[in-house]
């Protein structure tokens, strides 16, 4: 039984801790996605007559955007090593209607996970790949005949004509491991890349099929190649890509890809309230029912055409969101809302949370914009009292005007910050304090007038 990659030893407490470092709040929203990430270790350590009966709990988060839905999902899956996709619910059509379908997201979601496979194999056979490529490229500093030299001005043979061959090709390598032959020009013979004679003109949605056409055609045309004179160390790089892509089994890359979207894939639909809305006589409403019922398969469980084979979707984990301002949870069709039983509401961010958004986790906003600086030799340095302005600021920007939640503190930052940000690099060396006067006077005339602020915070 092939286990997930990582994450799934992690207990739910661990994982909150580990989500701790970038997600202010939100504990709830945490131990959902957390347990639900537990529960898929724990499926896969059942009886296999009991592990397919056992589906993944959906979850549906509900809550005003820029709190920090999107970004619990994504270091979720980054926790997990998992496939991961984040889809706007709204850009899919029904069928019939132009548009995407929304199978196309499955598709996704095993291209990914192909990918993730691919760079893990990759990465397993680095060091055999880099052993063959310096070999190819010894092959090309000593030649067996004289009669062609790629390098173009005389190798080491020429140097040293009486020395044994396997001598000078041990100088030569220990030449090339030092870096001393990076900068000079080898001639390689490497794959061309050519691109299929018939231009494909498809409708909109129909993007997969017209890149499996051209993956076709590319493939019934030989393989050609053709001479390029690049830089040594350029061409070990060329060299041990290819000898790489000779070491990995695209065979296993695609049951890898498969099992994994299908034990491991999560599925984050966001803007899940735009297609929420009983049916109408007349407006977009039917469309959007239709969404829905499309969406209803996927979700429960079908199999899905890719490029790579069937992908069965019972186990994938969908992760809806949306801020449910008009529609409401009970407004999704009842068949839908039966697959998604956990519901969490996320908190709304506070003055607090703000303060705690700017100072603490691992990429707090306050820390980027110091160590952006820092590239120009500029020390910046933030008080405290300038913290809590801007998430004052923020907080209040956010009650005048639409509640974008933390999203407002780059706002407020970039327009504070402009000024030094531009003249930075005429300032190395110098040392920036931004305190609380700072701060109220870049914003002073914004937040002034409300219809201003609209526009500019």
Do not use: C
């Amino acid at each position: 039984m092939r286990q997930d990659p990582g994450g799934g030893r992690l207990t739910p407490a661990q994982v909150v801790a580990e989500l701790d470092r970038y997600i202010i709040g939100q504990e709830r929203a945490k131990r959902a996605v957390a347990v639900a990430l537990r529960n898929r270790w724990r499926r896969q350590n059942l009886p296999p007559e009991l592990r397919d009966e056992v589906a993944p709990k959906n979850i549906i988060m509900i809550g005003p955007t820029g709190i920090g839905k999107t970004e619990i999902a994504r270091r979720l899956a980054k926790l997990a090593q998992a496939p991961f996709i984040k889809v706007e619910a709204s850009k899919y059509t029904e069928v019939g209607y132009v548009g995407r379908d929304v199978e196309s997201m499955i598709r996704d979601l095993t291209e990914l996970a192909a990918g993730m496979i691919k760079a893990e194999m990759t990465a397993a056979v680095a060091e055999k790949a880099q052993q063959a490529a310096e070999e190819r490229l010894l092959d090309l500093l000593l030649p067996a005949s004289r009669a062609r030299d790629p390098v173009g001005f005389g190798t080491l043979e020429d140097v040293s004509p009486d020395a044994n061959r396997a001598a000078t090709r041990e100088k030569l390598r220990a030449q090339l491991r030092a870096g001393r032959l990076d900068d000079r020009p080898v001639e390689l013979e490497v794959k061309a890349q050519v691109a299929p004679m018939v231009e494909i003109f498809s409708a909109t949605g129909m993007g997969e099929l017209d890149q499996n056409l051209r993956d076709m055609l590319s493939n019934m045309l030989p393989t050609r190649t053709k001479q390029r004179k690049v830089k040594l160390g350029e061409a070990r790089r060329i060299l041990a890509q290819e000898e790489a892509q000779k070491l990995i089994d695209m065979d296993e890359v695609t049951s890898q890809a498969i099992h994994r979207v299908e034990n491991s894939g999560i599925v984050f639909l966001d803007e899940i309230d735009k297609i929420a809305g009983r049916e109408r006589s007349h407006g977009p409403d039917v469309s959007r029912e239709g969404v829905q019922r499309d969406l209803l398969p996927i979700v429960e469980g079908s199999t899905v055409t890719t490029k790579y084979g069937m992908v069965r979707t019972d186990h994938v984990l969908f992760i809806a969101a949306g801020a449910f301002h008009v529609a409401k949870p009970s407004d999704l069709i009842p068949e839908l809302q039966g697959r998604f039983p956990i519901r969490v509401e996320l908190d709304p961010l506070t003055q607090g949370d703000f303060i705690r958004i700017l100072t603490e986790p691992k990429n707090a906003l306050i820390t980027q914009y110091v160590e952006l600086l820092r590239t120009e030799g500029v020390t910046l340095q933030f008080s405290r009292d300038a913290i809590e302005a801007v998430a004052e600021i923020a907080t209040r920007v956010n009650e005048r005007a639409e509640n974008i939640g933390a999203r407002r503190l780059y706002t407020i930052l970039e327009r504070v910050l402009e000024d030094i940000s531009f003249e930075a690099p005429d300032m190395p060396g110098k040392t920036l304090t931004i305190d609380a006067g700072y701060v109220h006077a870049r914003l002073a005339e914004v937040l002034k007038d409300e219809d201003l602020t609209r526009y500019i915070l």
